[in-house]
């Protein structure tokens, strides 16, 4: 039993927060999201990843107009590796950031609109030494850009 006001209204503010939530679709995703991530972010090698998500779309290497920022060489400690990425690539609209050796390769995507600076940062955790790729989606094309980083510390449990 509810006894006060203020018991009361917030009971009902919460109802009215959840049945507002439950309505739009915020409290739960939708099944085909979560087969998406978890396909996406799943223990998989790095090429079967990038099948995945690119469905043999053709990868453009490109390396004028994507920029490393704050990626070393070598990494003291793979638990924190700093990575920022600018691309001067008109109408971006995906980066997707890879590590190849890690259980999970896929690292981070960030969805961007195409009125936007294409800049993004992040913090790696990276297994061992490997390759850091760097997808940039741009006007329907993939380009890539990959930076061999050492890690001197192992961050994925090592």
Request: proline share 4%; hydrophobic share 40%; with cysteine.
């Amino acid at each position: 039993m509810l006894n006060s006001r203020r018991k009361f209204l917030t009971s009902i503010c919460s109802v009215a927060a959840y049945s507002l939530s439950l309505a739009t679709g915020l409290a739960h995703a939708s099944l085909e999201n979560v087969q998406w991530l978890n396909k996406s972010f799943s223990l998989s090698p790095y090429d079967e990843t990038i099948e995945h998500l690119f469905k043999g779309a053709k990868l453009i290497d490109n390396h004028n107009k994507i920029k490393f920022e704050r990626l070393p060489h070598v990494a003291e400690n793979g638990a924190i590796v700093p990575i920022k990425i600018i691309s001067s690539f008109k109408n971006v609209t995906k980066i997707y950031i890879f590590v190849e050796k890690n259980p999970h390769p896929l690292s981070a995507e960030f969805n961007l609109s195409p009125s936007v600076a294409a800049e993004v940062s992040a913090r790696l955790r990276m297994a061992k030494t490997s390759a850091v790729t760097v997808i940039v989606e741009a006007d329907g094309k993939f380009y890539r850009k990959t930076k061999k980083v050492k890690v001197a510390i192992g961050g994925c449990g090592g």
